[in-house]
Nanobody, 127 residues
Framework: QVQLVESGGGLVQAGGSLRLSCAASGLPFSSYAMGWFRQAPRKEREFVAGVSTRGGATYYADSQKGRFTISRDNDKNTVYLQMNYLKPEDTAVYYC????????????????????WGQGTQVTVSS
């Protein structure tokens, strides 16, 4: 059974930092690209960041560039999202997602159409 389990969310003041983790099981982790998405209340889910199977390539939404860093540890089957300089508008439920490398054709592939999703972790940034 494939599982993605996020952790690390919580309440933080604006300007603070959080590190989210996503532990994967039931899939050949190093054969999957990984992504982070978020969904704020009354908004559509949006792409946050993506990372290639070995971590050599990373992709970010424009609003997160320079503040967020995605990374992965294939020995631990875990992907991370380090979030710095958080803003109230970063408040959302954050989801990790996995996408088979067989469905990665180019850089645009990292931005949508993932195969498997976690249950999400709440991040709340107070002003």
């Amino acid at each position: 059974q494939v599982q993605l389990v996020e952790s690390g969310g919580g309440l933080v003041q604006a300007g603070g930092s959080l590190r989210l983790s996503c532990a994967a099981s039931g899939l050949p982790f190093s054969s999957y690209a990984m992504g982070w998405f978020r969904q704020a209340p009354r908004k559509e889910r949006e792409f946050v960041a993506g990372v290639s199977t070995r971590g050599g390539a990373t992709y970010y939404a424009d609003s997160q560039k320079g503040r967020f860093t995605i990374s992965r540890d294939n020995d631990k089957n875990t992907v991370y999202l380090q979030m710095n300089y958080l803003k109230p508008e970063d408040t959302a439920v954050y989801y990790c997602a996995a996408k088979s490398s067989t469905r990665i054709y180019d850089s645009r592939s990292y931005y949508s159409a993932y195969d498997t999703w976690g249950q999400g972790t709440q991040v709340t940034v107070s002003s």
